[in-house]
């Protein structure tokens, strides 16, 4: 299964990625790396492993339309079956997710439909939930509302910073994503409304 990366930060899920995909027995290949700002680790780790990648920073382009496109256009270009957002933090437009329709994943670190948004770890711990986790889903037209693919909790320790969590959150989302992926490459996935099902057989 041929998949393209998306990040705006550190790229340590890309790296998980990065990782699993050099088993060859691993069915899944990263064909590009793309992210929306330059200067941070995520690209580089795609270039140490040869992988090409793209930068499409909005401040140079006329609109977020025409962001938009080029964002589809560098992605479509690689040929991906999927899409996946390991950190990337913009909203996509109508094209994007016109041409990737259920084929773009994001990897949240709460338990949506709780805690969606920019800050998901620091209002679960704010909020005081003693459970949260992760969410791979579906992207949609909305933020953070797409079908739910996997969920995995995580605990929160009394001495939980922000930054100890999302961290423990991280180590969880790296194994769901690297699962799940691979799921999705033997068994394929079909959406329908809310459900996603992994499996083309399954109803
Ligand atoms: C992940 O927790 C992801 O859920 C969130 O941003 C983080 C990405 O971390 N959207 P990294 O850049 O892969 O280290």
Redesign the pocket.
């Known amino acids: 299964m041929r998949v393209v990366v998306l ?1 705006s ?6 790296q998980a990625l990065l990782e699993a995909t050099a088993d060859p027995d691993y069915p899944v290949r990263i064909v590009a790396v793309g992210a929306d700002r330059s200067g941070i680790t ?1 690209p580089q780790r795609a270039e140490r492993a040869g992988i090409p990648t793209f930068t499409c920073r909005l401040p140079e382009f006329s609109s977020r339309q025409d962001w938009d496109r080029a964002l589809t256009e560098e992605c479509a270009a690689h040929e991906p079956d999927l899409v996946v957002s ?2 990337f933090m913009k909203l996509v437009g109508p094209e994007f997710l016109a041409r990737f329709s259920g084929r773009y994943l994001n ?3 709460a338990l949506l439909p709780s805690f969606p948004g920019m800050h998901g770890v620091r209002d679960a711990l704010d909020y005081g939930v003693r459970v949260t986790g ?1 969410t791979l889903f579906v992207v949609d037209e909305g933020v953070d509302t797409g079908p739910i693919l996997a969920q995995q909790a995580v605990e929160v320790s009394p001495d939980d910073d922000e930054e100890s969590l ?1 961290e423990r ?2 180590a969880v ?1 790296r194994r769901t994503l690297v699962e799940t992926l691979e799921r999705l490459a033997v068994h394929g996935w079909t959406v329908r409304g809310r459900k996603v099902s992994i499996g083309v057989s399954a109803d």
């Open positions: 990040v930060g550190s790229g340590s899920l890309l995520g390991a950190g990897s949240h670190p992760c999302h959150i991280k989302e």
